[in-house]
């Protein structure tokens, strides 16, 4: 039985030629020289919690704006921020480029970071370890968290909210006090089997999930026109195994996924979740009750639907996307707010 996730490669992503989609680019680059270090956390190994590694990248010149975490998803590691899947410079970069000391963690037994036990790899460990790198900014910094990392966006806000300025959660995993339970077709000896958009899953219980091509194709890449086709092989390649106890709360088999009790970092605080036009998960009927429920909880939350401002044709993974920049201007300018 495989005893942890290990130390994979990053996956950088240069996955395609640099020319490719650069001719459908909406947003002009800010062009500030960038720094780019390696750093690691101290970890708590008498508690079993791993040093977790994370990019930290900042303006040659220095920071001039609020720090920012980029916290990835599942099946990624921070290199999804790092470059596009066409090989340009990803949302990192970009807003390290505006002035943002910006800090690009994998997750506690992903990529870089220290391994941990299947047994042991779960929402409050990975919760745990980006506590520490949110800590590391010194200073209360905006969050961006995407998709299965959305939740920590949440737990964050519960745990550190005085830590964080602004949340920009893009097509977030709910909090378990509303997302609806997963829709168990089957059970058996070591597994359970889970209705979802792109099919029935089987999810393992002592092994972690790779993701198979047909779901990472339906859900990752979809059916929009920004994702580079001549860079869905690398893309493919480069996706991690979850830990079987994270993908059962990400699923919220059993009421299994990450809830809120303590609302008191959501008092006030700006949200912003984003949505695009062909993500086949995350619409605004799956995701503007979110905001629905945050702004009821005392935070200053907004919907943001990327068609309504003439961006159009993204997926679930638009950071990676020909169009990134035009949807990391759109970011900044509510970040700048």
Same mark, same amino acid.
């Given at each position: 039985?495989?005893?942890?996730?290990?130390?994979?490669?990053?996956?950088?992503?240069?996955?395609?030629?640099?020319?490719?989609?650069?001719?459908?680019?909406?947003?002009?680059?800010?062009?500030?020289?960038?720094?780019?270090?390696?750093?690691?956390?101290?970890?708590?190994?008498?508690?079993?919690?791993?040093?977790?590694?994370?990019?930290?990248?900042?303006?040659?010149?220095?920071?001039?704006?609020?720090?920012?975490?980029?916290?990835?998803?599942?099946?990624?590691?921070?290199?999804?921020?790092?470059?596009?899947?066409?090989?340009?410079?990803?949302?990192?970069?970009?807003?390290?480029?505006?002035?943002?000391?910006?800090?690009?963690?994998?997750?506690?037994?992903v990529g870089r970071s220290g391994g941990v036990a299947?047994?042991?790899?779960?929402?409050?460990?990975?919760?745990?370890?980006?506590?520490?790198?949110?800590?590391?900014?010194?200073?209360?910094?905006?969050?961006?968290?995407?998709?299965?990392?959305?939740?920590?966006?949440?737990?964050?806000?519960?745990?550190?909210?005085?830590?964080?300025?602004?949340?920009?959660?893009?097509?977030p995993a709910p909090p378990g006090n509303i997302q609806?339970?997963?829709?168990?077709?089957?059970?058996?000896?070591?597994?359970?089997?889970?209705?979802?958009?792109?099919?029935?899953?089987?999810?393992?219980?002592?092994?972690?999930?790779?993701?198979?091509?047909?779901?990472?194709?339906?859900?990752?890449?979809?059916?929009?026109?920004?994702?580079?086709?001549?860079?869905?092989?690398?893309?493919?390649?480069?996706?991690?195994?979850?830990?079987?106890?994270?993908?059962?709360?990400?699923?919220?088999?059993?009421?299994?996924?990450?809830?809120?009790?303590?609302?008191?970092?959501?008092?006030?605080?700006?949200?912003?979740? /984003? /949505?695009?036009?062909?993500?086949?998960?995350?619409?605004?009927?799956?995701?503007?009750?979110?905001?629905?429920?945050?702004?009821?909880?005392?935070?200053?939350?907004?919907?943001?639907?990327?068609?309504?401002?003439?961006?159009?044709?993204?997926?679930?993974?638009?950071?990676?996307?020909?169009?990134?920049?035009?949807?990391?201007?759109?970011?900044?300018?509510?970040?700048?707010?």
């Amino acid at each position: 039985m495989a005893t942890g996730i290990s130390r994979r490669g990053a996956g950088r992503m240069a996955a395609g030629a640099l020319a490719a989609g650069l001719a459908g680019r909406a947003a002009a680059r800010p062009i500030a020289p960038v720094l780019q270090y390696g750093r690691l956390t101290k970890g708590d190994a008498a508690a079993g919690r791993p040093a977790v590694f994370y990019d930290l990248l900042e303006p040659a010149g220095g920071a001039s704006r609020p720090p920012i975490l980029m916290i990835h998803g599942g099946a990624h590691t921070g290199a999804c921020y790092l470059a596009t899947a066409d090989g340009r410079p990803g949302w990192a970069p970009y807003f390290a480029a505006r002035g943002h000391r910006v800090f690009v963690p994998d997750w506690p037994g992903v990529g870089r970071s220290g391994g941990v036990a299947l047994g042991r790899l779960d929402g409050a460990l990975v919760h745990a370890g980006l506590a520490e790198v949110l800590a590391a900014a010194g200073e209360p910094a905006i969050v961006v968290a995407h998709s299965m990392g959305g939740t920590f966006g949440w737990t964050l806000l519960e745990s550190h909210g005085a830590r964080i300025r602004k949340l920009v959660a893009v097509a977030p995993a709910p909090p378990g006090n509303i997302q609806p339970a997963a829709v168990v077709v089957a059970r058996g000896a070591g597994y359970v089997d889970v209705r979802q958009p792109a099919g029935v899953i089987r999810l393992l219980l002592d092994a972690p999930f790779f993701p198979p091509r047909s779901w990472a194709e339906h859900k990752l890449i979809g059916t929009g026109r920004q994702f580079p086709a001549d860079a869905h092989e690398a893309y493919l390649a480069s996706l991690q195994p979850i830990a079987p106890k994270l993908l059962l709360e990400r699923t919220n088999v059993d009421g299994r996924q990450l809830r809120i009790a303590d609302f008191a970092g959501f008092a006030r605080k700006p949200v912003l979740l /984003v /949505v695009g036009t062909d993500d086949l998960d995350h619409g605004e009927a799956a995701d503007r009750p979110i905001v629905d429920w945050l702004n009821a909880r005392g935070a200053d939350s907004r919907f943001l639907a990327l068609g309504s401002e003439g961006i159009s044709g993204n997926g679930h993974m638009m950071m990676l996307e020909r169009n990134s920049d035009a949807i990391a201007a759109l970011l900044a300018r509510w970040i700048d707010d």
